[in-house]
């Protein structure tokens, strides 16, 4: 399949590379570019190869949110009627092998919320990470309000999405926002190194892992619990269970088969 807003590419036959690319809209978000992006997710999704899949923008900017120009003259009704923004912005959720953003320049509005929709982010020592909606005569749409108080808690939530102010880097990571931060220049080599690590290890723990951490955001504790313990019991069901501790207690590098 062919794209014209995102580049699609492979690394070390493993890692599923996601490219936004907009560069003259500093990869402003509209529905062509979420359709591509939701179809090329899938297909690595699918693709047995795929362990991990890493999404990123360019230099100066992962994404700086919904396409103004697309939605500045949407009424009530057209919005309300399609279901603006949830139509092909939550395919990513979908998706059950580990995404990692890798995240330079900026990431604002539905730019800082696909980035929360991912599993982990790793910033570039330029990024700058907002919900800028409220400038324009918006809120977040795309989860903004729930995905950045459980990450940020609910002071430092309200301070962005209420002044519309920038946070860097430094402070994304302080706040919990993102899991690390690197030179620039180093950003995709450590997100492919994370990204390779995690394909080294069976693909059903994995997917089991991702699942039960994600479950931590949805409900109650004792639902949370319950089910990463159900998760848990499963993969004493596998040949990977099997393999991975037999590996180490008989020190030997374990081969998963992914059964
Ligand atoms: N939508 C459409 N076009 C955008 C855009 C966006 N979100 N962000 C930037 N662009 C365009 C600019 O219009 C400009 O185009 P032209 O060259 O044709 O004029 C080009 O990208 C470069 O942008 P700037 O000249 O503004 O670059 P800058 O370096 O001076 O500023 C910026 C960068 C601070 C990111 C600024 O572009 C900006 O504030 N962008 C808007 C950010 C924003 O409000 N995002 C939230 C959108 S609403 C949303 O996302 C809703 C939701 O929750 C889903």
């Known amino acids: 399949m062919t ?11 493993r890692v599923g590379v996601i490219t936004l690319n907009r560069p003259k809209a500093l990869n402003a978000l509209n529905s ?24 990123t923008g360019s ?15 949407f ?3 057209e919005v309300y009627r399609d279901d603006f923004i949830t139509r092909n912005w939550e395919t990513i959720r979908s998706i059950r092998k580990p995404v990692i953003a890798a995240v330079a320049g900026f990431a604002l509005g539905g730019g800082c919320e696909l980035a929360m929709m991912c599993d982990f982010i790793i910033a570039a020592d330029n990024a700058k990470f907002g919900q800028p909606e409220i400038k324009i ?3 977040p749409g795309a989860g903004g309000t729930q995905r950045l108080p459980r990450a940020v808690g609910k002071s430092k939530a309200m ?3 209420l002044t519309g102010r920038m946070m860097d880097a430094q402070e994304a990571e302080r706040a919990g926002l993102v899991s690390r931060v690197v030179p620039a220049e180093k950003l995709m080599d450590e997100a492919l190194a994370a990204a390779l690590t995690i394909c080294g290890y069976g693909q ?9 951490v994600n479950r931590a955001f949805e409900g109650g504790l004792s639902d949370g619990v319950m089910f990463e313990r159900r998760l848990f019991h499963a993969l004493f069901a596998t040949a990977d269970q099997k393999e991975g501790m037999d ?13």
Do not use: S
């Open 75 to 77: 009424e009530f009704h």
């Open 137 to 139: 005569g918006i809120i």
């Open 247 to 259: 590996a180490f207690l008989t020190k030997r590098a374990p081969n998963f088969r992914n059964a």
């Open 59 to 73: 230099e100066k900017a992962f994404a700086a949110g919904a396409d103004i120009a697309a939605m500045a003259k």
């Open 159 to 161: 301070d962005l999405v």
């Open 3 to 13: 794209y014209e807003h995102i580049l699609v590419r492979t690394e070390a036959e």
């Open 32 to 55: 062509a570019l979420m359709d591509e992006l939701g179809a090329a997710l899938k297909a690595f999704d699918a693709d047995p190869a795929i362990g991990c899949i890493v999404l």
């Open 204 to 212: 059903l723990a994995v997917m089991a892992a991702k699942e039960a």
